[in-house]
């Protein structure tokens, strides 16, 4: 692996285009356009306020920043640096914005949800979308980019209405059988809308209405925590606050297979465990010069272990007085080639899951020393990423495990990544940094 530089940013804010030729970061109202190949300064743009939220045209020839705080917008084009857009949401607020799929609109959601703006780039028409529910996902756009999902909320009840994305004329409206709606989601072919709720109840819609299905596993308890697809829409499968996953199949909309995450493991083929050790150098090997950067060189280093079967993982029991409780599958995620499933349980948060799609089984286990702060595929091969807010990379694939210090000054602590659409490098994010590690393509972890 080779690492870059360091670079400044703020807010996390940090966007590969979707091209994979420009990287755009944000240092408080600067926003800076890099080539991802050279990391060379192409574009420097300066907005009026401290950027909230960034985000990339479908076709890259664009890029929005939003500032919550004052309501605006701002558009620049890569194209036409002196071109540029301000939508200003005035006294109505803005919490939210976003992209249109065809990368000529911009969807604005104002302050106690009372409606989504919709802006044209080309014409400079404005429509309006009322009723939007404030929910974790109200919104989404299907893959192929055609239709958008809308969850409402009118007359105490919930309605789910569908949009045709070219001239936003209503395709579809109809009331859904939920009584809080909590997110929806398409899959990933477009053909099936799933509803999920806070206590557990799963619905599953077809383009026209149709209720194909409802899924419940128990009642009168907190339910559904996480959801996702796999690419290739076969497989749905569902994180619970009972610790549990479930999978369930595209043709019955029926449990195929149900994953729990257990305190002590004694199933699975491998349980890797990061050991840490400190390097042993005394002081009267270390010259001044080396004293200034040992911080890199000579902090903790951490390996992969093999781990003899049972294994107990550390537990941490949540607080049943607070709220958001600590426990539950908050985090799913499918592999590129639907192959493999990776979890993560909030009262196990230093362990990753690895499960076996094929074979319904567990695959392997990673045990970390800290929190596990995210993980992430490789888009293109069955390559999990995580990190846990120190200076180490970890990957695993079903080759092994790899622990990697990240060799940057001053302490460089990974607290998220995004791999890069080719799969080729990784964005690292700090909480004031960035920095980018290029895989060499001969080596497989």
Aim: net charge neutral; with cysteine; aromatic share 10%.
């Amino acid at each position: 692996m080779n690492f870059s530089e360091v670079f400044k940013q703020s807010n996390q804010l940090c966007k590969v285009s979707p091209d994979g030729k420009y990287l755009a970061t944000c240092v408080q109202y600067r926003l800076v356009i890099r080539d991802v190949n050279t990391l060379q300064i192409l574009n420097l743009y300066t907005c009026l306020d401290q950027i909230s939220h960034m985000e990339w045209s479908s076709d890259s020839l664009f890029i929005l920043c939003a500032m919550y705080k004052r309501g605006l917008v701002q558009v620049w084009s890569l194209e036409q640096p002196d071109w540029h857009c301000k939508i200003d949401e005035g006294s109505i607020g803005l919490v939210s914005s976003r992209w249109s799929p065809d990368g000529r609109h911009i969807l604005n959601t104002t302050e106690f949800h009372l409606r989504i703006t919709v802006w044209s780039l080309c014409t400079k028409a404005v429509s309006y979308i009322k009723y939007p529910k404030a929910c974790q996902k109200g919104l989404d756009f299907s893959r192929d980019g055609c239709y958008m999902a809308l969850a409402e909320r009118r007359d105490c009840k919930d309605y789910v209405s569908i949009f045709v994305c070219d001239d936003w004329h209503l395709l579809r409206h109809f009331e859904t059988e939920t009584q809080d709606l909590s997110g929806l989601e398409w899959s990933p072919n477009g053909c099936v809308l799933c509803l999920s709720c806070l206590q557990y109840k799963m619905l599953l819609y077809s383009l026209d209405g149709r209720l194909l299905s409802t899924y419940s596993a128990y009642e009168w308890s907190l339910g559904i925590k996480s959801v996702s697809w796999s690419p290739s829409s076969q497989f749905l499968a569902i994180g619970s606050f009972d610790e549990k996953v479930r999978i369930l199949n595209h043709i019955t909309w029926k449990k195929i297979a149900q994953f729990e995450h257990p305190a002590i493991i004694d199933n699975t083929k491998t349980v890797y465990k990061e050991i840490e050790k400190r390097p042993a150098v005394s002081s009267d090997e270390m010259s001044l010069h080396d004293i200034t950067v040992a911080s890199s060189l000579f902090s903790t280093q951490s390996k992969y272990d093999i781990s003899p079967l049972p294994v107990q993982i550390p537990v941490v029991k949540p607080d049943p007085d607070r709220a958001n409780p600590k426990i539950g599958v908050s985090a799913l995620a499918f592999s590129s080639d639907s192959r493999y499933i990776a979890t993560k349980n909030d009262n196990m948060a230093t362990a990753v899951w690895v499960w076996d799609m094929q074979k319904l089984r567990l695959e392997a286990v990673l045990e970390q020393t800290s929190t596990i702060r995210c993980f992430q595929w490789d888009p293109r091969r069955p390559r999990l990423a995580l990190c846990t807010g120190n200076s180490k990379l970890y990957l695993w694939s079903p080759g092994g495990c790899v622990s990697v210090q990240v060799p940057a000054e001053g302490g460089f602590q990974v607290h998220s990544l995004n791999w890069h659409c080719s799969g080729d490098s990784l964005i690292l994010i700090g909480k004031d940094q960035l920095c980018l590690c290029y895989m060499d393509k001969r080596v497989k972890y």
